[in-house]
């Protein structure tokens, strides 16, 4: 099955011909490619998405700082899902955002898909700006790389749903794009690089915003981008939108993660295992 768009022959040249694009975007890494992906295979995972509030076994969000609905890991894939899925967990695919992104250490991908995998948001859902989780809660390795596909179909710009990219400051979103169908939005993961989908989604109620959801790895980073704790979602305020996010409750975990040294919190995890 031919995945990318006959256009791209060279898979990792593609990568070090965006690389300059990628790396002097503002206010962060990061790039907008429309048309990646085989158009014909693309629309079959686009019609094969599930409802995903109709499943079991899928995480509902429904808060003040994020409504969305995800899937746990590939259960819930499509037959072409879960190949569209396993391609982009691929040495090419890895390659590609290597040669992209520049990142030194070796990219690793996660068949866990935590966090990842489908992705739905319903009308009056969103996903307010933040700086995402740091560490992978299996293998404690560093997140880098977040690549989304998105999968709406005739989708119309009164819907809502931007995709934003936003500066440390929070003074205002660099970037909005518009969640249309084989359009990807590749960008590094750091604690600073702040994202969102803020307002509101006002799309038909029939209708929802479908996303598939890769993450992508490294054991250690640069020390400029060193954190020694590791951190869930970190939700940050637009500058001028009061009450605009809520403070996180503290779960148990954020509290061993405080006090655990990461190599005993290993241990005991292949122990429980």
């Known amino acids: 099955m031919d995945f990318i768009n006959q256009s791209i022959t060279d898979l990792k040249q593609f990568g070090k011909d965006k690389h300059q694009e990628y790396i002097s975007a ?5 790039i907008v490619i429309d048309n990646f992906f085989n158009e014909e295979m693309l629309s079959k995972v686009a019609n094969e998405f599930p409802d995903l509030s109709k499943l079991a076994d899928v995480k509902t969000y429904d808060n003040h700082n994020e409504k969305k609905l995800e899937a746990k890991g590939e259960r819930h894939f499509s037959e072409t899902g879960r190949l569209l899925a396993h391609f982009l967990n691929s040495q090419p695919v890895l390659q590609f955002l290597q040669e992209l992104t520049g ?10 898909f935590v966090g990842g995998g489908y ?3 319903k009308p009056g859902g969103l996903l307010k700006v933040h700086a995402d989780f740091n560490k992978h809660e299996m293998t404690f390795l560093d997140r880098r790389i977040n690549l989304l596909v998105y999968l709406n179909k005739d989708w119309e710009e009164s819907y809502g749903g931007n995709f934003e990219l936003w500066d440390k ?33 006002s799309c038909p109620p029939d209708r929802s915003r479908k996303s598939l959801a890769l993450y992508y790895y490294t054991n250690g980073r640069p020390k400029s981008e060193l954190n020694p704790k590791a951190h869930a979602t970190l939700f940050v305020d637009r500058a001028g939108v009061k009450g605009d ?14 006090f655990v040294p990461p190599i005993l ?8 295992r």
């Open 119 to 121: 992705h739905e948001i």
């Open 245 to 258: 996010t809520e403070k996180e409750p503290l779960t148990f975990r954020d509290v061993v993660v405080d």
């Open 265 to 272: 919190l290993r241990t005991v995890k292949k122990m429980i």
């Open 26 to 30: 503002s206010p962060f890494p990061s």
């Open 103 to 112: 990142i030194k250490e070796t990219l690793l991908p996660d068949p866990y």
């Open 169 to 201: 400051d929070m003074t205002r979103a660099y970037k909005k794009v518009l969640p249309i169908f084989n359009r990807i939005a590749i960008f590094s993961t750091t604690d600073f690089s702040f994202h969102g989908h803020p307002d509101a989604l």
